[in-house]
C-alpha cells in the first residue's frame, strides 16, 4: 500500500511540473517568424519589475508594475518589432557598454552575491540581463536613427507654447531658512531654546558644537515628510523644535518667504523645449510602429 501511495505522489508530481511547464511554453503571440511564449512574458515582466526597483519598493513597486500588466504583451510585441528591424539592419552592440550597465546596476546591492540573489527571486541569472540590456541598447540604438534624430523644436513652438501655456511657468514660494545640525539631543534642545530667545549665532557657536547650513524649499519639492511638516508651519523669524533624522538632530529658522513668481520664457524655454519634444517623440514612435505594424505578421492568441 505505501508503494502505491508513493507512486500516485511521483505520478502528481510528475503531471504538475508537466501542467507547469506547459504553460510556460504556451504561446500568446506571433511576430513575423518569432512566437512569444508565456515564459517571455513572466521574464519581461521580472526585467521590468528589476529595472523599477530603482524607483519604487514595497507596496509602490507592485502598484507600479500591476498599472504596467495590461499593456505588456503590446509592449513586448513592440519590442520584437523593433529587435527585428535592428537585426534586419545588421545594427551591433558594444559589450562594454553592456558591462558599464550591469556595473551600474551592481552598485545598488552590497556584494554580488546580494545582485545574483535579488536576481534569482525575479527568476533571472546575469546572462538573462546581459541579453535584455543588449536588446535594449539595440532598441534605443535603432530609435535614435529612425525616429529621435529626426524631431526639431522649432523656436517659434516654444514661444507658441508658453504664450497658451503662461500659469504652468510660476515658481512656487520659496522659503530661506537657516539649518543647524547637531548630534545630541539636549544640546539639540538648548540650541533650539536659546535661538528662540535671540541669543547671538556666534555666542552659541562658542558654547556648543553645531554646523550650519542654508536651505530653500518650496512645496512639491519632495523634501523628507519630516523636513516639509515642519518649515512649512513655520512663520518668518521663527524656530522650529529639533527633528530627529537618520540619527542626527536638525533645527530650522525661517529667515524668508519669496512668493509666487512668473518665469520668463528665457527661464522656462529648456523645461519647454524637453516637453514638447517628449510629446512630439511619442507621437513620431507610435507613427512609426504602426508603420512596423502594417509590414508585420502579428497575432495574438492568448485568451
Same mark, same amino acid.
Given at each position: 500500500?505505501?508503494?502505491?501511495?508513493?507512486?500516485?505522489?511521483?505520478?502528481?508530481?510528475?503531471?504538475?511540473?508537466?501542467?507547469?511547464l506547459y504553460?510556460?511554453?504556451?504561446?500568446?503571440?506571433?511576430?513575423?517568424?518569432e @512566437?512569444?511564449?508565456?515564459?517571455?512574458?513572466?521574464?519581461?515582466?521580472?526585467? @521590468? /519589475?528589476?529595472?523599477?526597483?530603482?524607483?519604487?519598493?514595497?507596496?509602490?513597486l507592485? !502598484?507600479?508594475?500591476?498599472?504596467?500588466?495590461?499593456?505588456?504583451? #503590446? /509592449?513586448? @510585441?513592440?519590442?520584437?518589432?523593433?529587435?527585428? #528591424?535592428?537585426?534586419?539592419?545588421?545594427? %551591433?552592440?558594444?559589450?562594454?557598454?553592456?558591462?558599464?550597465?550591469?556595473n &551600474?546596476i551592481?552598485?545598488?546591492?552590497?556584494?554580488d552575491?546580494?545582485?545574483?540573489?535579488?536576481?534569482?527571486?525575479?527568476?533571472l541569472v546575469?546572462?538573462?540581463?546581459?541579453?535584455?540590456?543588449?536588446?535594449?541598447?539595440?532598441?534605443?540604438?535603432?530609435?535614435?536613427?529612425k525616429?529621435?534624430?529626426?524631431?526639431?523644436?522649432?523656436?517659434?513652438?516654444?514661444?507658441?507654447?508658453?504664450?497658451?501655456?503662461?500659469?504652468?511657468?510660476?515658481?512656487?514660494? &520659496?522659503?530661506?531658512?537657516?539649518?543647524?545640525?547637531?548630534?545630541?539631543?539636549?544640546?539639540?534642545?538648548?540650541?533650539?531654546?536659546?535661538?528662540?530667545? %535671540?541669543?547671538?549665532?556666534?555666542?552659541?557657536?562658542?558654547?556648543?558644537?553645531?554646523?550650519?547650513?542654508?536651505?530653500?524649499?518650496?512645496?512639491?519639492? !519632495?523634501?523628507?515628510?519630516?523636513? !516639509?511638516?515642519?518649515?512649512?508651519k513655520l512663520?518668518? %523669524?521663527?524656530?522650529?523644535?529639533?527633528?530627529?533624522?537618520?540619527?542626527?538632530?536638525?533645527?530650522?529658522?525661517? !529667515?524668508? @518667504?519669496?512668493?509666487? #513668481?512668473?518665469?520668463t520664457?528665457?527661464?522656462?524655454?529648456?523645461?519647454?523645449?524637453?516637453?514638447?519634444? &517628449?510629446?512630439?517623440l511619442?507621437?513620431?514612435?507610435?507613427?512609426?510602429?504602426?508603420?512596423?505594424?502594417?509590414?508585420?505578421y502579428?497575432?495574438?492568441?492568448?485568451?
Amino acid at each position: 500500500m505505501k508503494r502505491i501511495i508513493n507512486f500516485i505522489f511521483l505520478v502528481f508530481l510528475i503531471l504538475s511540473a508537466t501542467n507547469f511547464l506547459y504553460a510556460q511554453d504556451k504561446v500568446i503571440a506571433v511576430v513575423n517568424n518569432e @512566437i512569444i511564449t508565456q515564459k517571455d512574458l513572466s521574464d519581461f515582466l521580472n526585467f @521590468i /519589475r528589476l529595472q523599477y526597483s530603482r524607483q519604487f519598493q514595497g507596496k509602490a513597486l507592485e !502598484e507600479k508594475i500591476n498599472s504596467m500588466k495590461r499593456d505588456l504583451l #503590446q /509592449r513586448l @510585441i513592440e519590442d520584437r518589432l523593433i529587435l527585428q #528591424q535592428a537585426k534586419l539592419e545588421k545594427m %551591433g552592440t558594444e559589450s562594454s557598454r553592456v558591462k558599464s550597465k550591469i556595473n &551600474e546596476i551592481k552598485k545598488r546591492y552590497g556584494s554580488d552575491s546580494d545582485f545574483e540573489s535579488d536576481l534569482a527571486k525575479q527568476g533571472l541569472v546575469q546572462a538573462d540581463l546581459e541579453n535584455k540590456i543588449s536588446e535594449q541598447i539595440l532598441m534605443y540604438n535603432l530609435v535614435e536613427q529612425k525616429v529621435r534624430s529626426k524631431v526639431i523644436i522649432r523656436p517659434d513652438e516654444i514661444t507658441s507654447f508658453y504664450a497658451q501655456h503662461k500659469q504652468e511657468f510660476l515658481k512656487p514660494q &520659496e522659503r530661506i531658512l537657516t539649518m543647524f545640525i547637531l548630534q545630541d539631543e539636549a544640546v539639540a534642545k538648548t540650541v533650539s531654546y536659546q535661538l528662540r530667545l %535671540g541669543t547671538k549665532l556666534d555666542e552659541l557657536a562658542a558654547r556648543y558644537a553645531f554646523t550650519t547650513d542654508k536651505l530653500s524649499a518650496s512645496a512639491g519639492q !519632495e523634501l523628507r515628510p519630516e523636513i !516639509e511638516n515642519t518649515v512649512f508651519k513655520l512663520e518668518i %523669524g521663527e524656530v522650529s523644535n529639533p527633528v530627529k533624522i537618520d540619527g542626527q538632530y536638525f533645527i530650522f529658522k525661517l !529667515e524668508d @518667504i519669496i512668493g509666487t #513668481q512668473q518665469l520668463t520664457l528665457v527661464q522656462a524655454q529648456e523645461r519647454i523645449q524637453a516637453q514638447l519634444f &517628449e510629446l512630439k517623440l511619442q507621437e513620431e514612435l507610435a507613427k512609426w510602429l504602426d508603420e512596423l505594424k502594417k509590414q508585420s505578421y502579428i497575432k495574438i492568441l492568448e485568451n
